[in-house]
């Protein structure tokens, strides 16, 4: 996650005027999806939400601490054949591109360094043992 960690974004298809809530759900190359906590609502065509000031924020606590200070909270890397586990085949996938060194914005680069080495390898791992895997509504 990096410092500047907010976005505006255009939703063309919600409804904004008639109060219709809406889960918040993030999705990335090689994380999990993860959803808000509770279903948000726009007002004045307009919605703030901040996922990364509390675990809280994401449904199932979904989310790792990212920083101490300041305390920031992140969306879990390695799913990178978002099929919603971190799991031995997202594993594999990052093995085998770490040997043969592999650069640039690719899936299996967990760390965004834009290499794929040993410290994807060891991220996918340990995020693979604590059976990690998108929690929904």
Not at 7 to 29: E, I, P, W
Not at 114 to 121: G, Q
């Amino acid at each position: 996650m990096s410092s500047a960690s907010a976005g505006t974004f255009l939703f063309q298809n919600a409804d904004v005027s008639n109060g219709v809530n809406y889960f918040l759900q993030l999705k990335h190359r090689n994380s999990i999806e993860t959803l808000s906590k509770l279903a948000q609502m726009f007002t004045a065509n307009e919605m703030t939400y901040n996922f990364s000031s509390g675990i809280a924020q994401a449904f199932g606590n979904n989310m790792i601490q990212a920083d101490a200070s300041p305390l920031r909270f992140a969306v879990y890397n390695g799913d990178e054949n978002q099929d919603g586990t971190i799991d031995g085949s997202d594993l594999s996938d990052t093995e085998n591109e770490a040997n043969i060194s592999l650069s640039g914005y690719v899936n299996t680069d967990a760390t965004g360094d834009y290499f794929v080495d040993a410290s994807d390898i060891s991220l996918v791992e340990y995020n693979s043992g604590l059976g990690i895997g998108v929690v929904t509504p």
